[in-house]
């Protein structure tokens, strides 16, 4: 049985200097840059979320049904 902490894959398209700027950082760590983009973009989510710019979740389609039929 899976639980709720499946990864994700997704294609981020970005300008050429900043991917180079990735793959430098991630080299410097010994690292994948694959990996060290979705650690930045976890910090970056983590940080908004902090920072109160993160919205209130959603209540999923299920719960919402469930609801609207009570």
């Given at each position: 049985?899976?639980?709720?902490?499946?990864s994700?894959?997704f294609?981020?398209?970005?300008?050429d200097?900043?991917?180079?700027?990735?793959e430098?950082?991630a080299?410097?760590?010994?690292?994948p840059?694959?990996?060290?983009?979705?650690?930045l973009?976890?910090i970056?989510?983590?940080?908004?979320?902090e920072?109160?710019?993160?919205?209130?979740?959603q209540?999923?389609s299920?719960?919402?049904k469930?609801?609207?039929d009570?």
């Open positions: 049985m899976m639980n709720g902490n499946v994700k894959r294609t981020v398209t970005l300008p200097s900043v991917f180079e700027d990735l430098v950082l080299d410097a760590q010994g690292r840059t694959a990996n060290l983009a979705a650690f973009i976890e970056g989510i983590r940080q908004a979320k920072g109160g710019e993160f919205p209130e979740k209540k999923s299920k719960a919402k469930a609801k609207e009570t």
